[in-house]
């Protein structure tokens, strides 16, 4: 790994992807990035899944906002002068995201409104499997189509399931496809043939055996004023899944020294191989593979004057040294079988545990810092 290796990908970069396992700091990892970027000069946005409660509160998020919190200059350039760089981090709300959608791709904004104070269109939207995924999907995209900001940092779900949001318009598209929807749409004339007639007449006396004539009525005109959105959908599923797989892009992998941790970021790395995505490289998260370690305290036995107690307490000190020594240690070992093999262009730094520093927006600034240096 180079020096500097993960500032120039902040530096050069529109996107960066960050995957990784549960509880390993991938939310906080994509803060301070965001907050490196933003005070080296880049306009950033942060789009995040469900951060901790102690980290919304220190980055003053509001649940379920909808638009970007915006981080006053004041907290962001606390430590010197105000720079040109500007952070907002946005926690993630599906509704909100599909309903802009909508009113996005309808063909006119009398159908947007038809949809969306529909009464079925809550139940659509949070049931429909995809939409959650989908609505990641569709953020991004559209905060890269806008170019409001230079660098978008997206905090994917803490599971296998990070990369659904490359799939789920797809998946959502399968859902509403034009086949499916006609089935529920105005009947057709003649040109529909007496074949599909069949099928519409199945789909009504099937439904309304169920849920009776008046609610499946209902339900027939609701999905079939989707039917002007697929175009849209498909277009913007094709356009992100180019800019994912462009130069613009990186995936960066989030990991803790954690046995299971790792074996999630191999699972990663590999996938993004099959993928065909760009991998940019590893994060060893809440990791002592770092020289602030104890220094050796044996020194300080001159000191005690022959005193027990403070040899007690010297020799007491030793052995936790040593057992630091000894973790600190097995990390370096961890972050040297990450590096090895890595392709060209690819970094492994490690990244501290924040803990208690997180309470205030300034640990973000410090943790920022020490990842940019790597």
Known sequence: ????????????????????????GKTTTAAALGVAAARAGR???????????????????????????????????????????????????????????????APTPEAARAIVDHRLYRFLSELVAGVQEYAAAEALDAFLTDGRYEFILLDTPPSRHALDFLDAPGRLARFLDERIVSLF??????????????AQAVVDRVLAGIFGAGFTQEMRGFIGAFGGLFSG?????????????????AFLLVTSPEPASL???????ETLAARRLPFAGYVLNRSWAHDDVLAAPEALLEHTGGDRHA????AALARLAAVEQERAQAHRDVLDRLTRHLPSGTLAVAAPDAGAELEEFSGLVRLGDALAAG
């Open 1 to 24: 790994m180079s020096t500097g290796a993960l500032r120039r990908l902040l530096r050069d970069k529109r996107i960066v992807v960050l995957c990784g396992a549960g509880g390993v």
């Open 43 to 105: 306009r950033v946005l942060v789009l995040t899944i469900d951060p901790a409660r102690r980290l919304a509160e220190t980055m003053g998020l509001q649940e379920s906002g909808s638009e970007p919190t915006s981080i006053p200059p004041e907290r962001l350039f606390a430590d010197g002068p105000w720079g040109p760089g500007l952070l907002d981090v946005w926690m993630l709300d599906p509704r909100a995201i599909f309903e802009r959608m909508v009113h996005q791709l």
């Open 185 to 198: 749409g105005p009947k057709k004339g003649a040109r529909g043939g007496r074949l599909w007639h069949g």
């Open 233 to 249: 959908m498909r277009l913007h599923t094709e356009r992100l899944h180019q800019r994912l797989a462009s130069p613009d892009a």
């Open 263 to 269: 074996r999630e970021a191999t699972w990663f790395r």
């Open 311 to 314: 040899e007690h307490a010297v």
